[in-house]
């Protein structure tokens, strides 16, 4: 069949571009063809979806779209001399040694380690912290331009060997090799058709647990946006081919559920996550007995609903220890016996705290717990007796986040990772088998920024109060000065899926503070997980409103208080993020000088329709429901776009960002906000800040991108930002 052919008016060679004393200016935009045929009666709600067609990513007319688009904003980018200059320094920038954190397995240390530019980190492979250091996994190896990533590792019992997952392009989808680790050489057997699976080696070394999708028509290279279901549990013996692998467990009658495999510390429990959505979780498990694994297993059902979260810290025999927020908000940690697992025969170890989140917990040195919590927004680190619950010790940390942890149950030691705003990275090593030792540092991560002093920046976190008079706190980053005075400000939020947006270090951040003079401002938003289940809440469902609302409330506190001006301050996000970012201008464009949405979520009424979107249904709620309908429907930004009637209703500088292989969120998301939004203000007078989007080629939705890849990105946002904000300084 023919495809439709679509008509651009597109830029002639006659098209000028503004001069860099140019703030505002009128382009020339794609005109994108309007299906006028595709149209529905939804929950009494008339829904036209004109551009509908752009949801297929490989038709030649969508193809012509992109290509339109992408001449447009990268000449825009790339036509400006101070480009270069911005390139440059963020290069140098990028440009020193980083480190992950150690992890012991058998009878090596392992950690990644990137040189500085390298696209990929490496893992790299010593027999203790002192002795030389080598590659055990290099994934630059694999692609000459890096896009080829290693995703995720798990190590045998006896640290023999290493499953491993390479995803390419930046898909979700993995592909599953295994190395041994003296050698450091692989097993034939490629395990594919994986994704959002973790790995988990049976106590025996001979293999582990999977999960796995069926074969599916079409594409799976990350470019397609076929829904992702009937994932399937399999265990992989090292040796063998993939297609005698065992299947172990499966949910025909629930093609949404997806699981998540754990084998007990004591080998004799299969521990089995089900979810449908990105909250709440069943719990199954299966009795391994240490036989063979050639049939499936009869799985049990410990928590058979859908109404809190559950993760497995460790057990005493059939007594489970888990972290939840089951009846507790701010989370607990209670004690489940297998033997007798009914609601009222449970023990809480850990209370709830009444103001603390408690994060995770994890168990070392056969009887401790290091547990991990939130205190308005900042890690707290404590150590704890697993069989009473007592508090037995305290790790001082700064105001920042505890990155990473590693560490066994078999094992005295443990590393763990922290860093903040302005700290990129600390890595500590604790004894508990030497309790009057203090932790001690293994390694502090160095800047290559000439002139840079942390001690020249504040630090400072405030509360405001949003449209309903909620308090929310935000994090503001400057120097130090005796006055505040407006700054051009880069302010970025998140607001979803329980997840807290804690203190961390960012290079564009770092970039954006040195090169503009500027302040960086991070509101925790409702819907994150910053306070507990009840600040997830806040912001979900029904309530998604609000995290708007607390965003916009954020805006107007920094320029009440002389933080920033209007026409200096950008918001950024990604994700959800970038659907932050897209409703907040479509509401109240008056608010901000410019606006960088990237990857994005920007169709409410269609995003459960593609790849793993219907798990997205517990924080926006279903389409396919009237109430929840009628909700995203009010928000939802491809339906929201208008036409500015005067200069309060211009939209600010807008970079929309978007890849071709990201399958989290399809760019089609992006493709057909901006076809809209461009559409809305082609003809308005009072519309002189440009629409612009940018498609990158061979990358996804962010976690694997090459370092090369990154910059570019990088460079792309703060010449943007250069050139659309009021920028006073410009220091490179």
């Known amino acids: 069949m023919s495809k439709p052919q679509v008509q651009f008016n597109r830029p002639t060679n006659n098209v000028s571009f503004p001069g860099e004393e140019e703030k505002n200016f009128r382009n020339v935009y794609p005109e994108a063809r309007k ?34 688009q992408n001449s447009i904003s990268q000449p825009f980018l ?3 001399h101070e480009r270069s200059m911005i390139n440059k320094k963020l290069t140098k920038l990028w440009n020193f040694p980083k480190y992950g954190c150690p992890m012991r397995h058998g009878d090596f240390i392992y950690f990644f380690k990137n040189t500085g530019l390298q696209n990929q980190s490496v893992l790299m492979q010593q027999e203790t912290l002192e002795s030389p250091e080598v590659v055990f996994l ?23 060997f290493m499953a491993y997952g390479l995803s390419e392009s930046g898909s979700d989808w993995i592909k599953i090799r295994i190395r041994k680790t003296k050698e450091r050489t692989d097993f034939p057997e490629v395990l594919e058709k994986v994704k959002f699976s973790d790995l988990s080696w049976t106590k025996d070394n001979k293999g582990f647990f999977y999960g796995r999708y069926p074969n599916q028509e079409g594409k799976t290279d990350g470019s397609e946006t076929k829904r992702n279901e009937n994932q399937k549990l399999y265990y992989h013996r090292v040796g063998e081919s993939q297609d005698k692998d065992t299947l172990v467990a499966e949910f025909p009658e629930h093609p949404s559920w997806h699981f998540q495999p754990t084998v007990s510390d004591c080998g004799k429990y299969l521990i089995l996550y089900v979810s449908h959505t990105v909250r709440d979780n069943m719990v199954y498990y299966a009795d391994l007995n240490g036989g063979q ?6 799985v049990k059902p410990i928590i058979g609903k859908f109404e809190a979260d559950y993760e497995y810290i460790t057990n005493e025999g059939s007594a489970m220890y888990f972290h939840t927020n089951k009846d507790a908000p701010k989370y607990r940690v209670v004690v489940i016996d297998f033997a007798k697992p009914a609601e009222n025969n449970w023990k809480t170890l850990i209370p709830e705290h009444k103001k603390d989140v408690l994060d995770w917990a994890k168990c070392v040195d056969e009887d401790k717990l290091v547990v991990c919590y939130n205190r308005d927004v900042k890690n707290i680190l404590q150590a704890f007796e697993l069989k009473t619950g007592t508090l037995i010790r305290q790790f001082g940390l700064d105001i920042g986040t505890v990155n990473a942890i590693s560490g066994k149950r078999n094992s005295s030691e443990i590393f763990y990772s922290f860093s903040s705003f302005l700290t990129p990275g600390i890595t500590y090593h604790y004894d508990f088998s030497k309790p009057m030792e203090k932790p001690k540092v ?23 109060k949003s449209k309903d008079d909620t308090r929310i706190p935000m994090f503001i980053i400057r120097k130090k000065r005796n006055t505040v005075r407006p700054r051009p400000c880069l302010m970025s939020g998140y607001g979803g899926f329980n997840y807290s947006l804690m203190p961390s270090f960012g290079i564009i951040g770092l970039m954006f503070m040195d090169t503009f003079d500027g302040v960086l401002a991070f509101p925790n938003l409702r819907g994150g997980g910053e306070y507990g289940i009840n600040w997830h809440n806040g912001g979900r469902l029904l309530n998604k409103q609000n995290v708007f609302d607390d965003f916009q409330a954020a805006a107007m506190y920094l320029a009440q208080n002389n933080y920033t001006t209007k026409d200096q301050l950008a918001i950024q996000g990604a994700s959800n993020g970038g659907l932050l970012v897209a409703a907040c201008i479509n509401q109240r464009p ?47 930004p491809l339906h929201n776009v208008h036409f500015p009637l005067n200069p309060n209703e211009e939209y600010p500088s807008t970079l929309i960002l978007t890849a071709d292989h990201d399958d989290r969120v399809s760019p089609l998301h992006s493709f057909k906000f901006v076809a809209a939004l461009q559409e809305a203000v082609r003809h308005s007078p009072y519309q002189l800040n440009p629409i612009l989007l940018r498609v990158y080629t061979n990358a996804g939705h962010g976690a694997g991108k090459p370092t090369t890849m990154r910059i570019d990105e990088v460079t792309d946002i703060m010449t943007f930002l250069k050139k659309t904000l009021n920028v006073d300084c410009f220091n490179l």
């Open 442 to 464: 293994v390694r502090e991560i160095a800047l290559n920024l000439e002139g840079f002093n942390r001690d020249h920046y504040l630090v400072e976190q405030v509360f405001y």
């Open 35 to 68: 299906d006028t045929e595709i149209e529905e009666m939804i929950h009494e709600y008339r829904i036209r979806d004109v551009y509908r067609w752009l949801e297929d990513p490989d038709s030649t007319e969508t193809k012509m779209f992109v290509n339109a």
């Open 138 to 160: 290099d994934p630059n190896t694999l692609a000459d331009d890096g896009t080829i990533a290693l995703s995720q590792q798990k190590f045998s019992e006896d640290g023999a």
């Open 590 to 636: 008056d608010l901000f000088g410019a606006a960088v949405a990237q990857v994005g979520v920007m169709d409410m009424l269609r995003f459960h329709k593609f790849t793993i979107g219907h798990a997205w249904c517990s924080d926006y709620g279903n389409p396919d429901e009237k109430q929840h309908f009628a909700n995203l429907f009010k928000y939802s």
């Open 293 to 298: 694994i050639n049939s499936k297993l009869t």
């Open 78 to 80: 790339e036509r400006c």
